[in-house]
């Protein structure tokens, strides 16, 4: 087995590599990466999104502040931020 090096947290803070804007790649690349390479329906209101731990909490925070990006959100021991706007609109 590998172990990957940590490469930031999800939201882009600096934990432990915090020079990585991993909120913007994965939405302005990866979901359309994925679109245009594989037959999906391009919509969010069929696309979902989980993640564990910190993947967990990122997948939150990518939910929230990007609503109509996701139908679906998961967390496997994911933490909330309860002093985020968007949580505490909701």
Known sequence: WRVARSAGTPTGRNQSRG?????H????????????????????KHRAIAGLSMGGYGAYHYAMEHPGMFSSVS?????????????RAT
């Open 19 to 23: 020079d990585a804007d991993w909120l």
């Open 25 to 44: 790649h994965h939405l302005d690349e990866v979901i359309p990466f994925v679109d245009a390479t594989f037959r999906t329906v391009a919509s969010g």
């Open 75 to 87: 967390a496997y021991s994911g933490a909330v931020d309860i002093e985020s706007t968007s949580v």
